[in-house]
């Protein structure tokens, strides 16, 4: 990532095959360049077999009459004339300094941008790399993926052997499925096998420059007429004169560059001109220096570019940032994980999309069966409605409890009594952006003219560290003295078992409070047919960390008894909104055990599909599946969209969860599970993939009222007078993140680069959030620039 610079032009070459000509025409490409007095790098980043053969002294020596102008170099040499992960394995059997994946890719990162600092006019770069496509690397990985982190356009060499029409579109395809830029391809004619004439056509039809041109000659014995004989070919392969020859793909390699830098550079504005962004006050933005331009995005990262990064020509016209929000908390594994990827083009091309009702496809089953018997709803749910995104979801769960509801009771309501039914939540609930979700809530800054507030919602005790140290915080509405307090605990995992608090005081104190206002709302004549949380966390309304016992004594008064083992609900359904947190976001695959109930009906979606595609599901119990049961069609759940259970959600949603069945078992999660139980002195439900200590230290600062991380989300509550969703302090106080930090020793970008926060801001609340598989390392150094920003 961020390798991209006005003055320098850098192409990445990669062969549809091994022994396609990959060095050759790099050659060529790099002579054309230097023809026309353009300083050129070529790098060859591993190179196997004798060193008096490597590719790039073929290129030094080949250079042609501007040779002079022509850098070659090669950054990890092995003798053995095989696969670089064979040959880096038998020069090191125990694997003991064979460079990862990380190391090689800051390697060829590290010599760009010196390329970059070294020439201060237009120059060229080809790194060409080896074999084939999926060629392994060092580490074993395949080059396409290894790679990717830079995001290099590229030139693909095709083949012009027999076979080669196939290798070459297969080579084509698999770039395109991990989002590489082909600018251009390039082989060799045959005038036997004519490979050459089919593929220009194929790929001129999809807007690819295509330039063939004349094969190399054979080999001859003597060296020095084999030398003699090659310089003639490559002289006679970059003249100018030659129409569509390499000369020409070096020009049409500049237009490009300059085409990718006048786009980049004209978005913010045009942007301007024509979007309409979501939770966004247009009258804040002040120019194009506020829009963010991401031009791609791998892993934990997004490249961006901005009108501010362009000042310094030596410098990249992109920048890494960390996906401080995950996206809007829906990234699993980092953007561009080239196995969800795969799952939606296997599925795209199996199915594309196909009807759902009275029908099944294997995605969408293997997805229903997965949720409802070994996922979220084991040993409750019977089954798994499958929608578009969290919000649909919602109101898919919303109107199961309102059906289930007025089965049971509808003799006692009249058609306008049922059509206020309301429900009971927590003040700061958000459950989508729907207009049915919207009303599931109190009014607030989400709702709009139409919103309509159904029901009662109780203000919540919430926890989180104060002045490094677990504590509860009981609002003034729950509190005898009738003023807000906090009560200390004495761990966090304390808090979190929630069966033996049951017995305290507090628990006693909730129960009775929740009876209490249920009573009156009967005496008003209110009527509430479900309850519908959002278990531990409430994110939108800022990342409030509800104490859990708060939530279990509410379900429990509700229901009319301490245990959710029936089979039929009883008092009125439970709804789970597990958009957010659900499938591992906090650590916890459901927050059920936790809570120790079970809810009706849950919803999760977000990680559901990796943060790759929209997808939701909505599970439900037998008992609720009943209510909707019968011979009359009207009766039936008659809610859908055109895209219910479409099969590349659920294909991807399938390989999103048999990936985080393999993460929960990873040494990270142990390592960080270990972390916070040593530091709490005990075995503990709950834990963080942030550090401890760092969440602790951080409630101590002046500026912050209040800091809580479980699983991947990390908040901070800062003390702010006019605090609320409209506050712009928490916004403000973390603009610093933004820029990139000069310590490279605290960048853990692909490619080593410093890098900037990518964050959103809950008015006075500021959150961060990783995916599932951010690395350690990665962690430690957010949790460094955070602290030297707001300690600061």
Same mark, same amino acid.
């Given at each position: 990532m961020s390798s991209l610079y006005k003055h320098l032009r850098v192409h990445q070459i990669f062969g549809a095959n091994t022994d396609v000509g990959k060095t050759i025409l790099t050659t060529a490409l790099s002579r054309a360049s230097a023809s026309k007095k353009f300083p050129v790098f070529y790098l060859k980043p591993v190179s196997t077999g004798a060193k008096e053969h490597a590719d790039d002294r073929h290129v030094a020596r080949f250079g042609g009459k501007a040779s002079k102008l022509i850098h070659a170099e090669c950054l990890f040499q092995y003798d053995e004339p095989v696969s670089p992960h064979l040959a880096a394995r038998l020069k090191d059997p125990e694997n003991a300094n064979i460079p990862s994946d990380d190391i090689f890719i800051k390697s060829v990162a590290t010599r760009i941008r010196e390329y970059a600092r070294r020439t201060g006019k237009a120059a060229h770069v080809y790194i060409e790399t080896a074999g084939g496509v999926h060629s392994p690397t060092l580490s074993g990985t395949t080059q396409l993926d290894c790679y990717r982190p830079l995001f290099l356009p590229t030139v693909l060499i095709g083949d012009s052997k027999l076979g080669g029409i196939s290798s070459t579109i297969s080579a084509y395809e698999s770039l395109l499925l991990r989002g590489y830029i082909v600018d251009a391809v390039i082989l060799f004619r045959d005038e036997y096998y004519r490979n050459s004439e089919y593929l220009t056509e194929y790929f001129r039809e999809r807007g690819i420059y295509v330039a063939t041109v004349d094969p190399p000659p054979a080999r001859i014995s003597d060296p020095l007429q084999d030398a003699e004989a090659t310089e003639k070919y490559y002289e006679a392969l970059v003249s100018p004169e030659i129409e569509n020859g390499v000369s020409s793909v070096v020009d049409y390699l500049d237009v490009r560059h300059g085409i990718r830098l006048k786009e980049l550079e004209s978005m913010p504005q045009r942007t301007l001109n024509s979007v309409w962004w979501p939770f966004v006050q247009h009258g804040t933005i002040k120019g194009p220096e506020d829009v963010t331009v991401i031009d791609s995005a791998y892993g934990d990262f997004f490249s961006v570019a901005r009108p501010q990064t362009n000042t310094n020509t030596s410098s990249s016209i992109l920048s890494?940032?960390?996906?401080?929000?995950?996206?809007?908390?829906?990234?699993?594994?980092?953007?561009?994980?080239?196995?969800?990827?795969?799952a939606a083009a296997r599925a795209s091309g199996r199915y594309g999309h196909v009807m759902f009702p009275q029908a099944t496809h294997l995605p969408a089953l293997k997805l229903a069966e997965r949720m409802v018997h070994n996922g979220p709803g084991k040993g409750w749910a019977s089954r798994a409605f499958i929608s578009d995104n969290g919000s649909t979801g919602m109101e898919v769960a919303l109107k199961m409890a309102l059906r289930a509801y007025t089965i049971r009771h509808g003799s006692k309501f009249t058609e306008q009594d049922k059509k206020n039914l309301g429900i009971l939540g927590l003040k700061g609930s958000y459950h989508g952006d729907t207009i049915g979700a919207m009303d599931a809530c109190e009014e607030g800054v989400y709702t709009c003219e139409w919103h309509n507030a159904k029901g009662y919602w109780f203000e919540p005790p919430s926890i989180g560290f104060q002045d490094g140290k677990p504590r509860i915080s009981v609002p003034s509405s729950l509190s005898s003295t009738a003023k807000p307090h906090t009560v200390p605990a004495k761990s966090l995992s304390w808090i979190y078992d929630v069966e033996e608090r049951l017995h305290t005081p507090l628990a006693?104190?909730?129960?009775?409070?929740?009876?209490?206002?249920?009573?009156?709302?009967?005496?008003?004549?209110?009527?509430?047919?479900?309850?519908?949380?959002?278990?531990? /966390?409430?994110? !939108?309304?800022?990342? &409030? #960390?509800?104490?859990? *016992?708060?939530?279990?004594?509410?379900?429990?008064?509700?229901? @009319?008894?301490?245990?959710?083992?029936?089979?039929?609900?009883?008092?009125?359904?439970?709804?789970?909104?597990?958009?957010?947190?659900?499938?591992?976001?906090?650590?916890?695959?459901?927050?059920?055990?936790?809570?120790?109930?079970?809810?009706?009906?849950?919803?999760?979606?977000?990680?559901?599909?990796?943060?790759?595609?929209?997808?939701? /599901?909505?599970? !439900?119990?037998?008992? &609720? #599946?009943?209510?909707? *049961?019968?011979?009359?069609?009207?009766?039936?759940?008659?809610? @859908?969209?055109?895209?219910?259970?479409?099969?590349?959600?659920?294909?991807?949603?399938?390989?999103?969860?048999?990936?985080?069945?393999?993460?929960?078992?990873?040494?990270?999660?142990?390592?960080?599970?270990?972390?916070?139980?040593?530091?709490?002195?005990?075995?503990?439900?709950?834990?963080?993939?942030?550090?401890?200590?760092?969440?602790?230290?951080?409630?101590?600062?002046?500026?912050?009222?209040?800091?809580?991380?479980?699983?991947?989300?990390f908040a901070i509550n800062f003390e702010d007078s006019s605090a609320g969703y409209t506050s712009f302090f928490a916004?403000?106080?973390?603009?610093?993140?933004?820029?990139?930090?000069?310590?490279?020793?605290?960048?853990?970008?692909?490619?080593?680069?410093?890098?900037?926060?990518h964050y959103r801001t809950l008015g006075n609340i500021g959150y961060f959030m990783t995916?599932?598989?951010?690395?350690?390392?990665?962690?430690?150094?957010?949790?460094?620039?955070?602290?030297?920003?707001?300690?600061?």
């Open positions: 890494p940032e960390f996906d401080g929000s995950a996206s809007w908390w829906t990234q699993t594994f980092g953007h561009a994980n080239p196995s969800l990827t795969m006693r104190g909730y129960a009775l409070y929740v009876q209490r206002a249920l009573e009156k709302i009967e005496q008003q004549g209110q009527k509430i047919a479900a309850l519908v949380i959002e278990p531990l /966390v409430m994110g !939108a309304g800022g990342m &409030i #960390f509800v104490d859990p *016992l708060f939530q279990r004594v509410l379900v429990d008064v509700v229901r @009319g008894r301490r245990s959710g083992s029936s089979k039929e609900w009883s008092g009125m359904p439970v709804i789970y909104d597990e958009v957010f947190v659900g499938l591992n976001r906090l650590g916890v695959e459901s927050a059920g055990p936790i809570l120790g109930v079970y809810p009706d009906i849950s919803v999760n979606a977000k990680v559901l599909t990796g943060g790759l595609v929209p997808l939701s /599901v909505t599970l !439900a119990t037998q008992s &609720i #599946f009943n209510a909707f *049961l019968n011979d009359a069609k009207a009766d039936a759940l008659l809610h @859908g969209h055109s895209y219910t259970a479409h099969p590349i959600g659920c294909e991807v949603a399938n390989e999103t969860l048999a990936q985080i069945d393999k993460l929960v078992k990873t040494d990270e999660w142990k390592s960080a599970k270990s972390k916070w139980s040593e530091y709490q002195g005990e075995e503990s439900k709950v834990w963080s993939l942030w550090d401890p200590q760092f969440v602790a230290e951080v409630s101590k600062l002046p500026k912050v009222k209040e800091a809580m991380a479980l699983g991947s989300v916004q403000n106080l973390l603009s610093p993140l933004k820029k990139p930090f000069e310590d490279s020793g605290l960048s853990n970008a692909p490619g080593g680069a410093p890098y900037g926060i995916s599932l598989n951010t690395k350690a390392s990665v962690i430690r150094s957010l949790e460094d620039k955070i602290w030297r920003t707001i300690a600061n």
